[in-house]
T-cell receptor
Framework: DAEITQSPRHKITETGRQVTLACHQT?????MFWYRQDLGHGLRLIHY???????NKGEVSDGYSVSRSNTEDLPLTLESAASSQTSVYFC??????????????FGPGTRLTVT | GQNIDQPTEMTATEGAIVQINCTYQ??????LFWYQQHAGEAPTFLSY????GLEEKGRFSSFLSRSKGYSYLLLKELQMKDSASYLC?????????????FGAGTRLFVKA
């Protein structure tokens, strides 16, 4: 069965360190997204990609970067982790069709703590 | 700008009906989603509305009025397992393409 996975599921890191969160999907979806979820804010879009070599900034992209070298993976990198980046991170993917809204399939999430 | 409002919390009784409202303001509306999210888990898709009216799917129904910027999710015959957060999300067409903007979610508590 197709799925979307994230690793690690839990991560504790120190301020200033570089951290990379992995996201891998076997749906063969062109669209992939990274969100963070904090109490009271819901899901906020960090970065998204509509296909290989395509990346775009979301509403809270400062301090984060992504790269898309293949269809299956969209790793999220925190260049220099800050305590404000302590959060739960969700990766998602969807089919691509500019005219129709396909639902997003979410990974299980990564809980990141920056100390 | 873009804005989505939904109540923070609601409580309902097992077997009853509950309606969760969502109002939104976007410049390029292109559809509205409802997702369910149990505590500690990922969101899962419930419904999608792009035209005005009611979409029914089993115990869950979703309604959309584009002219009013309003949607609701209706849950019938509530069960304890329906205790979860319900996220309203709007697909918006902007200069950078299509984006989905999520509301903060409504936490529903179902009591016996």
């Amino acid at each position: 069965d197709a799925e979307i996975t994230q690793s690690p599921r839990h991560k504790i890191t120190e301020t200033g360190r570089q951290v990379t969160l992995a996201c891998h999907q076997t749906w063969n979806h062109n669209n992939m997204f990274w969100y963070r979820q904090d109490l009271g804010h819901g899901l906020r879009l960090i970065h998204y990609s509509y296909g290989v070599q395509d990346t775009n900034k979301g509403e809270v992209s400062d301090g984060y970067s992504v790269s898309r070298s293949n269809t299956e993976d969209l790793p999220l990198t925190l260049e220099s982790a800050a305590s404000s980046q302590t959060s739960v991170y969700f990766c998602a993917s969807s089919e691509s069709n500019a005219g129709l809204g396909y639902e997003q399939y979410f990974g299980p999430g990564t809980r990141l703590t920056v100390t | 700008g873009q804005n989505i409002d939904q109540p923070t919390e609601m409580t309902a009784t097992e077997g009853a009906i509950v309606q969760i409202n969502c109002t939104y303001q976007t410049s390029g509306f292109n559809g509205l989603f409802w997702y369910q999210q149990h505590a500690g888990e990922a969101p899962t898709f419930l419904s999608y509305n792009v035209l005005d009216g009611l979409e029914e799917k089993g115990r869950f129904s979703s309604f959309l009025s584009r002219s009013k910027g309003y949607s609701y999710l209706l849950l019938k015959e509530l069960q304890m397992k329906d205790s979860a957060s319900y996220l309203c999300a709007v697909r918006d067409r902007g200069t950078g393409g299509f984006k989905t903007i999520f509301g903060a979610g409504t936490r529903l508590f179902v009591k016996a």
